[in-house]
């Protein structure tokens, strides 16, 4: 399956945590110390654009409607609220 493919190189870059149900994928960050991305507090060591990236040669068929352009304090997965996504 491309959804569990796309998990796995994710996790082998370092990607995590990642919730995962069927099709739907939800990666979350978490602030490090220093990293190269950052909003106006934290800094992280990724941003959605660029674990994107990191699977573009998949030409994955992300659903247009579904997910953020970045990463969100709170979002719906599977029907639940999820804080700290």
Known sequence: MIANTVVDIWRAEGVEPIFK???NLAPLHT?????PHSDS????AYNKE??????E????PWHPEKGTP???SAMVLIGLLCYGC
């Open 21 to 23: 149900s069927e099709d």
């Open 31 to 35: 602030p490090v110390t220093q990293g």
């Open 41 to 44: 507090v934290y800094t992280y």
């Open 50 to 55: 660029e674990i994107l990236r990191r699977v």
């Open 57 to 60: 040669p998949l030409w994955v």
């Open 70 to 72: 970045e990463f969100v």
